[in-house]
């Protein structure tokens, strides 16, 4: 599975959970639901802008978007490396 599927089941999954339909959580993020449709079935990837949006509307951490079962779980280290490297790049596209 690519980044972009991944991201996108994730991010299905977590919309679900929090009762959000497309065209509201479209709204919230301020995207058309085309574009999160898109993301959502990995057509689209995120920008660091709105995967800082996402994460705060989901109420979720970034690098949860990108974590599959399938892959070995992650240590708090692992999960320490992944969030200070997003979060350099949200600082670098902001």
Do not use: C
């Amino acid at each position: 599975m690519n980044i972009k599927a991944i991201f996108g089941n994730n991010l299905h999954i977590y919309r679900k959970q929090a009762g959000l339909s497309q065209e509201k959580f479209a709204e919230y993020l301020d995207i058309s639901t085309k574009h999160l449709s898109n993301m959502e079935t990995g057509k689209a990837f995120v920008s660091a802008e709105l995967l800082e949006k996402i994460s705060e509307i989901l109420h979720v951490s970034a690098a949860a978007l990108f974590y599959t079962p399938q892959e070995k779980s992650a240590d708090e280290s692992d999960w320490s490396k992944i969030e200070a490297i997003l979060s350099e790049e949200i600082e670098k596209a902001l």
